[in-house]
């Protein structure tokens, strides 16, 4: 989590910065997951034995963040991709110096 | 077959656009796409006085989606609070969606129009989600659909100026890490309480009435997010860029609801669940979000006087006008709540009203709006100009207007509270919006040169002088809008009595 957080804060490369957010996203996930697991749980299963079985609901809940999470990546990837044709650089310091330049 | 539409009318406000928007994506047709979302917002707005209608007979309307019951089922819950705001977000995208059609045209590429409409009718279906919802995981979702639907939007401006680019990749990285953080929240509530839904999220915390560590992060966890996607002060970094570097119409979309409606769930949350723990809910308040929002008033109107760009100067008083409104919710008793949410309604009108006439002279002059620029249009351009001054006036707090209206409110709130500094600041921070306005004002009217009348299109000042006459009724019969707010705060505060 802290990890995709540091990636995001300090690269200056756009590309980076967007995995950075999916491995900070991916954490939470696992995080969530991880809320769900019962001691000697199962999958949820309807059996004729009685089992002890692993909360489903967070495994659901994580499947519409995935798909929200492959959805941001995507986004940003397509962002950093126009960045690059329009400035022909994904770097933050080059962007920032031509903006400087361009506005004098 | 009416009446079958109407019954699912609660469901409906939010799956109508979202299903239209995914019709007309592809439609190549310049007109069709927004005769279609016209056409989806008016049957929005018959849906939502419909709502008016059943919420006056009953009071509270729980819609269960797939006839679960609300503690296992997603539900959405309308009442008193949020039907007031329904109706406004109803009406507004309604109004800004007949304004957008000539400002998409000339903006961005016409063969686009269909994606565009679909985008804004994501926005607006998804952001209506974050209003009815009752359930803290279902928010989250409709907090990303939206999210990523208005950075789309906002990428749609780089025809205009490439740095539009930057400013959503901007919003695009910090709203994905606000909405993560909101998500690590709720992760911690449900691993305490095993549920999402609100009323019931409050009954099962009730049984760690002394707290519990991970529920004080989670709560943390959950307003943190907020706060970033609704630009509470530090974290409002991703809105300046974002509202100026946006298409016009977007940034008139945008500006008037979006924030709105995730501050109003975060108020939400705090009088309707984290009441349960008053001295934590008192300790962020007090030393949280009161602090921040003078800040805010007092940067952000500080900032605005310095802007060049007059959307950029919009989008720092902005700022300064959400602080006015977090400041009004931090006050803890009815009438803070009550002045919170009157300026939630009179600052969406204004502000949705600034950016349509600025919106309308970038068009006009094919350019970006910076102060210069703007010399002599008070002549060029009365008809929009007079509404650009009635909108300005009220952003400062004239009487008449209705920005009066919330002024007189929130000191009055401030005054039975006895905060007296914070009554001082906020008339300094008035005084000072006198001072960037006025800017505006000396360019547009006083000047040497004589500049000859030119045509204004009344597709556009129509919808303007819609906003801007709202703006004077309400400063003069301003009570059905004190009324919709008061009943917001009367049942934020007695739901968590009963």
Request: hydrophobic letters at 55%; a neutral charge.
């Amino acid at each position: 989590m802290v990890g995709g957080l540091f990636i995001i804060i300090t690269s200056q490369n756009y590309l980076k910065k967007v995995v950075g957010l999916a491995i900070f996203q991916t954490a939470v996930f696992v995080f969530f997951v991880s809320l769900a697991k019962v001691l000697d749980g199962t999958a949820p299963i309807l059996t004729k034995m009685e089992n002890a079985y692993s909360n489903p609901l967070p495994h659901v809940l994580i499947l519409t963040a995935i798909v929200v999470g492959v959805a941001t990546s995507a986004l940003g990837l397509a962002l950093v991709l126009q960045i690059y044709r329009n400035y022909e650089t994904i770097e933050e310091k080059e962007i920032q110096s031509l903006e400087l330049k361009s506005d004098k | 077959m009416f009446n079958l539409f109407l019954d699912d009318a609660a469901a409906l406000v939010v799956v109508l656009p979202l299903l239209i928007s995914a019709i007309i994506t592809f439609m190549p047709s310049k007109i069709w796409p927004w005769i279609i979302s016209l056409v989806t917002l008016v049957l929005h707005l018959v849906l939502s006085l419909h709502l008016l209608k059943e919420i006056s007979i009953s009071g509270l309307i729980i819609y269960e989606f797939g006839n679960w019951e609300p503690p296992w089922g997603i539900s959405f819950k309308i009442d008193g609070v949020n039907i007031g705001l329904q109706l406004l977000f109803s009406i507004f995208a309604l109004i800004s969606t007949f304004y957008s059609r000539k400002i998409f045209l000339s903006e961005i590429d016409s063969r686009d129009s269909g994606k565009a409409y679909s985008l804004w009718l994501l926005a607006i279906g998804s952001l209506n989600g974050i209003i009815l919802t009752n359930d803290i995981f279902n928010l989250f979702v409709f907090l990303e659909i939206s999210a990523l639907a208005s950075i789309s939007l906002i990428a749609l401006g780089a025809g205009q100026n490439r740095k539009a680019l930057l400013a959503a990749f901007n919003y695009l990285i910090i709203g994905a890490i606000g909405a993560t953080f909101y998500v690590i929240g709720v992760g911690f509530a449900y691993a305490m309480t095993g549920t999402l839904n609100m009323n019931d999220l409050v009954i099962q915390l009730a049984q760690y009435s002394d707290g519990q560590l991970a529920i004080f992060a989670g709560m943390s966890f959950m307003l943190i997010g907020l706060m970033v996607k609704a630009a509470i002060f530090p974290v409002h970094i991703w809105l300046p860029p974002a509202y100026s570097y946006a298409p016009s119409a977007v940034s008139t979309l945008l500006a008037a609801l979006a924030t709105k409606t995730i501050l109003y769930f975060f108020v939400r949350l705090l009088y309707e669940v984290f009441i349960i723990y008053p001295s934590y809910l008192s300790l962020f308040l007090d030393f949280v979000l009161y602090p921040l929002s003078l800040l805010a008033i007092f940067i952000g109107t500080l900032i605005a006087i310095y802007q060049d760009d007059i959307k950029k100067l919009l989008a720092f008083s902005s700022i300064a006008q959400i602080g006015y409104i977090t400041l009004a919710f931090s006050l803890e008793d009815h009438s803070g709540i009550t002045s919170g949410f009157i300026h939630i309604f009179n600052h969406a009108l204004i502000k949705g009203g600034l950016f349509m006439a600025v919106g309308y002279f970038a068009i006009l002059q094919k350019d970006r709006v910076t102060l210069t620029s703007l010399k002599g249009f008070g002549y060029k351009y009365p008809i929009t100009s007079f509404a650009l001054l009635i909108c300005g006036l009220s952003l400062i707090g004239l009487p008449l207007t209705n920005g009066f209206i919330s002024k007189l409110y929130l000191f009055q709130a401030l005054y039975t509270n006895q905060m007296y500094f914070s009554i001082a600041l906020v008339a300094v921070s008035s005084a000072l919006a006198v001072a960037y306005f006025w800017k505006i004002v000396e360019q547009m009217w006083f000047s040497e040169i004589k500049f000859k009348l030119e045509k204004e299109d009344a597709y556009i000042y129509l919808p303007i002088w819609i906003i801007t006459v709202s703006i004077i009724v309400f400063g003069i019969y301003s009570s059905p809008i004190i009324e919709f707010s008061n009943l917001s705060a009367d049942y934020l505060i007695s739901g968590y009595q009963n």
